[in-house]
Structure formats: structure tokens, C-alpha cells
T-cell receptor
Framework: TQLLEQSPQFLSIQEGENLTVYCNSS?????LQWYRQEPGEGPVLLVT?????EVKKLKRLTFQFGDARKDSSLHITAAQPGDTGLYLC??????????????FGKGTKLSVKP | DVKVTQSSRYLVKRTGEKVFLECVQD?????MFWYRQDPGLGLRLIYF???????EKGDIPEGYSVSREKKERFSLILESASTNQTSMYLC?????????????FGEGSWLTVV
């Protein structure tokens, strides 16, 4: 069974603090996506990382794909209450064929208090 | 932008009723998916389809069926709703093939079975 372990499961911090969320697996992914989901809504894509060692920045969010493409991290600098939500990672096991095989982490529920 | 539209955001149904959840995507995506999302369990794949009239069971297909008569539309059917099917249902789509499997989600359908 392919697993994507996401940690921490819950995170409650004060506005202005930094945080990091991790996704780890023993599987190698062709790409990995990060999503943010607000209560009652569907997940919204934040970023896709494809190349081992790749770093992408989205304002105060920094995403990194591990060199071996088995893990990824999301770092938020100076968190704000608007960052509150559920963060999901999803790994794509596609290596050919007509469709991929996506596996999801269980999510990190982030709460940023003013 | 890709748009995945789920026709019903909130539904309340009685045990034993037949329930249809409709999903439409507007980007000519090959692959479409139905997930359910429950606290502590994350996203679980119910069914997916990689072509018109084609369907594949996901991790938890029991009690569900699907229909894909047109490329843009993927329907989830609960033949006889039960209380343990109360959940948030998410439809998603991907382009498929070597072009990548970034997954785009609909806004979700909250189903309560009483």
C-alpha cells in the first residue's frame, strides 16, 4: 500500500509565527501537489512540484520537493489568520499509461490566531 | 481556469432514497473522480473514470455506482442511501496521460442521510 504521511495533523499558532508541514513517503512521485481547503469548500490547488530538489515560492509560502522525489514540505513565513485551513498534499505515481495514480495525505489542519 | 462544477452543494436525504450527485468539468479532461472526505480519514477514492462509459472502482466503491455518458459529466449514484454515507463528496478531474495529473476539485457536496 502506498502511503503519503503528512505531519503534523493539527497546528495552532499565533499570527506572525513560522511553520512547516511535511509529506513523506517511501514511494517516488512524478509530481506532487499542495492544496488548501477552507471549511465547506473543495481543495484549491496551490502548487505542483515536478523536479527533485525543486523549490517554488508563492508569496509567504515556500514549497520544496525532495531530491529523491519521495517527500515535500510547505513552509509558511509570518503566518496570518487568512492562512487558516486544511493543507493537503497529493503525490502522483504516474510513470506512463493512460492515467495516473494519485495518493493523498490526510491533511494538516492549520489555525492561525490573531 | 479549469472549472469543476458540482450541481448540489447541500442535500438532505432519507435512508433508502436514491441519490444522484452530478459533476461537470469544462476543460475536456480525460479523467474524472469521485471522493468522499471524512474527518480523520482524509480523501478516499470511490470511483474514477478515464474515458466515456469507462469506470474503475476506487478504494471504497461499495454502496455507490457511477455513470459517464459524456466526457464532461460524471455522476455518482447512491442506489439506497444509508446514514453511514453522510459525508462531503468531492468531484475532481485531471487532463491525464503524460500531460500531467494535477487534480482540480469541485466545491463539494454535503450529503446528510437521515
Amino acid at each position: 500500500t502506498q502511503l503519503l504521511e503528512q505531519s503534523p495533523q493539527f497546528l495552532s499558532i499565533q499570527e506572525g509565527e513560522n511553520l512547516t508541514v511535511y509529506c513523506n513517503s517511501s514511494s517516488v512521485f512524478s509530481s506532487l501537489q499542495w492544496y488548501r481547503q477552507e471549511p465547506g469548500e473543495g481543495p484549491v490547488l496551490l502548487v505542483t512540484v515536478v523536479t527533485g530538489g525543486e523549490v517554488k515560492k508563492l508569496k509567504r509560502l515556500t514549497f520544496q520537493f525532495g531530491d529523491a522525489r519521495k517527500d515535500s514540505s510547505l513552509h509558511i513565513t509570518a503566518a496570518q489568520p487568512g492562512d487558516t485551513g486544511l493543507y493537503l498534499c497529493a503525490g502522483d505515481l504516474y510513470y506512463g499509461g493512460s492515467q495516473g495514480n494519485l495518493i493523498f495525505g490526510k491533511g494538516t489542519k492549520l489555525s492561525v490566531k490573531p | 481556469d479549469v472549472k469543476v462544477t458540482q450541481s448540489s452543494r447541500y442535500l438532505v436525504k432519507r435512508t433508502g432514497e436514491k441519490v444522484f450527485l452530478e459533476c461537470v468539468q469544462d476543460m475536456d479532461h480525460e479523467n474524472m473522480f469521485w471522493y468522499r472526505q471524512d474527518p480523520g480519514l482524509g480523501l478516499r477514492l470511490i470511483y474514477f473514470s478515464y474515458d466515456v462509459k469507462m469506470k474503475e472502482k476506487g478504494d471504497i466503491p461499495e454502496g455507490y455506482s457511477v455513470s459517464r455518458e459524456k466526457k464532461e459529466r460524471f455522476s455518482l449514484i447512491l442506489e439506497s442511501a444509508s446514514t453511514n454515507q453522510t459525508s462531503m463528496y468531492l468531484c475532481a478531474s485531471t487532463l491525464g496521460g503524460s500531460s500531467g495529473n494535477t487534480i482540480y476539485f469541485g466545491e463539494g457536496s454535503w450529503l446528510t442521510v437521515v
